[in-house]
């Protein structure tokens, strides 16, 4: 059952303005399996479980692995391929001469990787309302890193007692255990197209076009919105510093047990930092633009705390200073305390950077077509930036040069978003910022046109 609204509220899903029609959502334990944040839950724990597998690998540093170098050639092949068809849309280290088995399998990673992250941003930002979005985010979010979180526990379980710097087979076992559950989860999920958002709204989610219309709809998502240019850099520089914390600084430095402790907090911390500032994002005592404005502002402070820091630790270190098989940072060593307090402020930042830019992209559209696009986009040029900077670090650069290519980026992608937000960010979205939307509505009253034309000839 639906009725037809004047929608003025800014808090809403709608367009300004505009007549749209709202529905009567499903009760009892119905209501609660279709409600958007059941689903946005369930979508979170499929993320928990395979891609957050795939984190606790990566966030060991070299997958795990002695020598990193074939990690890394993975990592790049995973986000190539995860670029490529993103835009249009670890490894399991058993054998120790299973290189060529682990660039592959990268390879495939990011074909399907592409596919999963482009319908997570499309679903996420379209079942919440304008008021929601930040929330929404931080619950994916928050989840999603509890399984890189879980992933980390079985890792440093498994090598609490070691002193190595590689870890056990029973790691990569385990991981890919809980990885096997994740993938059965889409199946249980509801079809968007019987969803209703908290405010009555209808989802609408893209419709089955052909090739030929969906490369017009990514010309369309640019001509009608250029302002999503000036987050690219941001998009860009939203992978590509996994490298230097990951591989340069917790492989280069720590033995697996640090390794292991550093990865639990990492992501953990993730949790916490997406929590925070998604309740900025979302503040009902602000206005949309000023909480954007306030997110930049925290971003900024957290980016030279964060880096300034960690160029007091690079400087003291080279690649020939730290071989792999050096005895490295144990848990017990005096300097560690301080070290991993480093990688928390990193996993909050992570966490405020991603939040951030998929809460900016929330910002621009309601419209699911666009969302979709956008959200291409984004996973498409960070995997670019990170394919390139674990290529980087496979030939073996300077630790120093990965650090500082990766502040100049993070600093140069919020200069270029702010003038984005201080241009493009209002209070509420309007019609005019939907721009498939109004593509879709142009067509369709096309055709009824052309229907009515038609039946008055034969008439």
């Not at 079942?127 to 979005?133: G, H, N």
């Not at 430095?253 to 979302?282: C, K």
């Not at 690079?314 to 200073?321: A, D, G, I, P």
């Amino acid at each position: 059952m639906s009725s037809s609204v004047d929608e003025k509220d800014g808090g809403s899903n709608s367009p300004d303005n505009d007549s749209i029609s709202v529905y009567e959502r499903p009760k009892g334990l119905r209501g609660i399996y279709y409600h958007p944040i059941t689903q946005i839950v369930m979508l979170a724990f499929v993320c928990f479980l395979c891609p957050g597998m795939f984190n606790a690998l990566t966030g060991l540093g070299g997958g795990g692995q002695v020598d990193p170098t074939t990690s890394a050639n993975s990592t790049c092949a995973v986000y190539a391929t995860y670029a490529f068809f993103a835009f249009f849309s670890g490894a399991i280290n058993i054998h120790p001469g299973a290189g060529w088995f682990v660039v592959t399998s990268g390879a495939l990673l990011g074909v399907t990787a592409a596919f999963l992250w482009t319908a997570q941003g499309s679903i996420m930002l379209s079942y919440c309302t304008e008021a929601q979005k930040g929330i929404f985010i931080s619950i994916f979010w928050a989840i999603f890193n509890l399984g890189a979180v879980v992933g980390a526990s079985v890792s440093f379980g498994q090598n609490i007692h070691s002193t190595n710097n590689n870890v056990s087979n029973g790691t990569y076992v385990g991981i890919l255990v809980l990885t096997i559950l994740g993938v059965t989860i889409p199946l249980l999920m509801a079809d968007p197209d019987k969803m209703i958002r908290t405010d009555g709204t209808r989802v609408v989610m893209p419709r089955h076009p052909s090739w030929k219309s969906e490369f017009h709809g990514l010309w369309v998502a640019i001509i009608t919105d250029p302002m999503v240019l000036l987050l690219f850099p941001m998009f860009f520089a939203s992978n590509y510093f996994y490298t230097w914390q990951f591989n340069d600084y917790n492989s280069a430095l720590f033995n697996i047990r640090a390794r292991s402790l550093n990865n639990f907090m990492y992501w953990l911390s993730q949790i916490i930092g997406s929590g925070m500032i998604g309740v900025v994002l979302d503040s009902k005592r602000l206005r949309r633009r000023v909480r954007a404005f306030t997110g930049w502002g925290i971003l900024m402070a957290m980016t030279f705390t964060v880096h300034i820091w960690a160029y007091y630790y690079q400087r003291t270190y080279t690649r020939t200073s730290v071989p792999p098989d050096s005895q490295k940072m144990d848990i017990y060593d005096t300097r560690y305390p301080a070290h991993v307090w480093l990688m928390i402020f990193y996993g909050l930042l992570d966490a405020m950077w991603q939040t951030t830019s998929f809460w900016l992209i929330g910002a621009m559209s309601n419209d699911a077509n666009k969302l979709a696009i956008y959200s291409g986009f984004y996973h498409s040029i960070q995997s670019a930036g990170a394919a390139g900077v674990w290529r980087m670090d496979a030939m073996g650069l300077p630790y120093m040069n990965i650090f500082l290519s990766t502040w100049c980026l993070v600093v140069a992608g919020l200069v270029f978003s702010f003038p984005m937000i201080y241009l493009r960010i209002r209070d509420t979205t309007v019609l005019e910022d939907e721009g498939l939307m109004k593509r879709d509505q142009e067509i369709n009253n096309t055709k009824a046109k052309g229907m009515i034309e038609s039946g008055n000839e034969m008439s």
